[in-house]
């Protein structure tokens, strides 16, 4: 069974930088697609970035592209999110999810389409 656990999050000012770590274990992430969404108090959640296991296709909402990035380490069976000019709209619980699928061209980036989670880590921007 795929069990994902995230870390890196923190209280960070604006315009700091934050690298999180989603790990996997039980099962190999190479089959499946993993995304970072964010859900801030009162806000549904949101998917940020997501990446295919297969061919590396990526997904980034508006909001976070060109200070997001998401990337993989299939040595360590883990997925990054590198965050870079952190605003205070980012503050929210950041929580990896999983779906298995070889994707082409194109990852799901919708909550709905994800059916492994771990339990996230904090990300608060503030000065």
């Known amino acids: 069974q795929l069990q994902l656990v995230e870390s890196g999050g923190g209280l960070v000012q604006p315009g700091g930088s934050l690298r999180l770590s989603c790990a996997a274990s039980?099962?190999?992430?190479?089959?499946?697609?993993v995304g970072w969404f964010r859900q801030a108090p009162g806000k549904e959640r949101e998917g940020v970035a997501c990446?295919?296991?297969?061919?590396?296709?990526?997904y980034y909402a508006d909001p976070v592209k060109g200070r997001f990035t998401i990337s993989r380490n299939k040595a360590k069976n883990t997925v990054y999110l590198e965050i870079n000019n952190l605003k205070s709209e980012d503050t929210a619980l950041y929580c990896c999810?999983?779906?298995?699928?070889?994707?082409?061209?194109?990852?799901?980036?919708?909550?709905?389409?994800?059916?492994?989670w771990g339990q996230g880590t904090q990300v608060t921007v503030s000065s």
């Open positions: 999810g999983a779906v298995k699928g070889l994707y082409l061209k194109w990852v799901p980036h919708q909550s709905t389409d994800y059916g492994s």
């Open positions: 039980g099962r190999s992430l190479d089959y499946y697609a």
């Open positions: 990446v295919s296991g297969s061919d590396g296709s990526t």
